[in-house]
Each structure stands twice: as C-alpha cells, then as structure tokens.
C-alpha cells in the first residue's frame, strides 16, 4: 500500500502560508514608519505622566482661575484705597453746553465756603487757591481737569482748616497733572500733584501729616510725595515752636483697563526725558 500523502501537504501548505504571511508582515512593519510612530507616542506618554503630577488637569485650572478672580479683587480694593475718583459735584454734565463756566462756578463756590472758614479761624491764605488770578472762564477742554484739582484743593485745605490748632498761613499751588505707570509697560494712573505751604505748631503739621494719610469710608488719601519743615526758632526759651512746612502732596487717579492701552511709559517720557505729559516711575 503506498503512503497517503494529502494530510502532510496539506499541513506543510499552511505551515508555509503562515510564515509567507509573517514575513510580509514583517518586512511592512520595517519599512513603514511604524518603528518612529511608536516612539513617538511612547515619549509622548511619558512626558504626560511627567508633568500630570497628583492632581488632574480640570481641578488644577478650575483652581487657577478661582486664584485670578481673587486677585483682580485685590488689585481693585488697592485701587480704591489709593486712588481718587472725580466726584459728581466735579463733574462736567453730560448736557452742560459751558464746560468752563461751570468750572468757574464750582470754583466761586469752593473758594466762598473756604474762605468763611479760613476767616472764622484768623487764617491768613491766598484766596485764588493755587488758580489763575483772575475770574476768567478757562477754556471747555480745561474743564475737567480743573475740576478734578479742584477738589483735591478742596480736601488739602480742608483737612488744614479742621485742625485742632490752626495754623498761621497757608498757601497752595498746583504742578501740571501727568500720567504715570511702570517704564515699558501702558499708563497706570494719572497725577495730580499739589504743593501746600503752612506755618504752625508741630503739633499740628503732624496732625496735618497724619490726616493726609488717612482714608475713612467713601473717601480717599492725598499721596505724600515728599515733606520739608524749617523752624524760625533760634532761642531755647521759646514756648511753642513755629514751623514752616511743605508738603508735596498728589491725588492719584488709576486709568481704566479698557483705556490703558493707549499709551506706554517709555524712557523718553520719564522725568528729563522727551515728553511732558508722562513720567515713568520704578
């Protein structure tokens, strides 16, 4: 009987059919770029695990933006303890036709009320008030910013006239206002610098020197950019100590966010620089 042959054939033919399909594989696998995809991938896994850290993507932005909420609170309430706003009794109105008369009439009225009180105490000032020395109706475009000094004025001397013991004089002028703000960086705030001479006790230029600083509900400080007192005195025997001050006083005005970006604080417009209108501090 001769040997069946079928079933070994048969079992060769898929032997080879198999390792035919392998070697295709094979060779498919090394001449694709499949080799570089997974390590690619690989790499890209572990940078993942790497910078995932403990805690998942969602909470940790969820958090970051809770943290930027809470400081734009903050730089708010820095705002508002540090810097002025022009109030509505300084305000032009939006259907006033006469922006400088009504300057002018706002500034009759100031200079009325302190004056009856600079009177009431003895009080020896300058009753222009730091203002041009005469009742002429400044131009429209003034307007505002005289009104805004206007009421800086108004809260440097009146903090003068509250004074436990009044002074002898005092004396007020005004420095053109400029904007200010980090060197390369949009304008930060406007300024509003005075400068108020007096002659008193020392009791009461510290008392003054301390007002200033001071900020009660709904209101606001005057910025102390600097302070000078000189003394008459020559003899020991003197009972109270009369003292000449200067202050240099400034009202600070932040500049809205939406309105920042029209100007950048560059070194040409720092103090000696090209521009008078902006000033760069550090």
Same mark, same amino acid.
């Given at each position: 009987?001769?040997?069946?042959?079928?079933?070994?054939?048969?079992?060769?033919?898929?032997?080879?059919?198999?390792?035919?399909?392998?070697?295709?594989?094979?060779?498919?696998?090394?001449?694709?770029?499949? =080799?570089?995809?997974? /390590?690619?991938?690989?790499?890209?896994?572990?940078?993942?695990?790497?910078?995932?850290?403990?805690?998942?993507? !969602? /909470?940790?932005?969820?958090?970051?933006?809770?943290?930027?909420?809470?400081? #734009?609170?903050? +730089?708010?309430?820095?705002?508002?303890?540090?810097? $002025?706003?022009?109030? =509505? &009794? $300084?305000?032009?109105?939006?259907?006033?036709? /006469?922006?400088?008369?009504?300057?002018?009439?706002?500034?009759?009225?100031?200079?009325?009320?302190?004056?009856?009180?600079?009177?009431?105490? &003895?009080?020896?000032?300058?009753?222009?008030?730091?203002?041009?020395?005469?009742? !002429?109706?400044?131009?429209?475009?003034?307007?505002? !910013?005289?009104?805004?000094?206007?009421?800086?004025?108004?809260?440097?001397?009146?903090?003068?006239?509250?004074?436990?013991?009044?002074?002898?004089?005092?004396?007020?002028?005004?420095?053109?206002?400029?904007?200010?703000?980090?060197?390369? &960086?949009?304008?930060?705030?406007?300024?509003?610098?005075?400068?108020?001479?007096?002659?008193?006790?020392?009791?009461?230029?510290?008392? +003054?020197?301390?007002?200033?600083?001071?900020? #009660?509900?709904?209101?606001?400080?005057?910025?102390? #950019?600097?302070?000078?007192?000189?003394?008459?005195?020559?003899?020991?025997?003197?009972?109270?100590?009369?003292? /000449?001050?200067?202050?240099?006083?400034?009202?600070?005005? $932040?500049?809205?966010?939406?309105?920042?970006?029209?100007?950048?604080?560059?070194?040409?417009?720092?103090?000696?620089?090209?521009?008078?209108?902006? !000033?760069?501090?550090?």
């Amino acid at each position: 009987m001769s040997p069946d042959l079928t079933s070994a054939s048969r079992g060769g033919l898929a032997a080879l059919a198999v390792a035919l399909i392998a070697a295709c594989g094979l060779a498919w696998y090394s001449w694709s770029d499949q =080799p570089e995809v997974d /390590e690619r991938l690989a790499a890209a896994q572990s940078a993942a695990k790497s910078i995932k850290g403990s805690e998942p993507l !969602r /909470e940790r932005v969820e958090r970051q933006r809770v943290a930027n909420t809470e400081l #734009r609170g903050n +730089i708010a309430e820095l705002k508002k303890a540090a810097g $002025f706003t022009v109030e =509505p &009794r $300084f305000q032009v109105p939006p259907n006033e036709r /006469e922006p400088g008369k009504f300057f002018l009439n706002r500034f009759v009225e100031v200079r009325q009320v302190l004056r009856e009180k600079a009177q009431a105490r &003895r009080i020896d000032s300058d009753e222009r008030l730091g203002f041009p020395p005469d009742d !002429r109706v400044p131009p429209d475009g003034d307007a505002p !910013r005289l009104l805004a000094m206007l009421q800086l004025t108004e809260k440097a001397i009146g903090i003068v006239l509250e004074a436990p013991d009044p002074v002898e004089w005092f004396d007020i002028s005004h420095d053109k206002p400029y904007e200010t703000g980090p060197l390369n &960086r949009p304008v930060l705030l406007s300024e509003y610098p005075l400068t108020l001479k007096l002659r008193g006790s020392l009791k009461t230029v510290l008392w +003054i020197l301390h007002r200033y600083g001071q900020r #009660r509900p709904d209101d606001y400080p005057l910025i102390l #950019r600097g302070l000078s007192i000189k003394s008459d005195n020559s003899k020991v025997k003197d009972d109270v100590q009369q003292l /000449e001050a200067v202050f240099q006083l400034a009202g600070m005005q $932040f500049v809205p966010d939406d309105k920042r970006e029209g100007g950048t604080i560059t070194t040409s417009s720092a103090p000696g620089g090209g521009s008078s209108g902006m !000033r760069a501090r550090p």
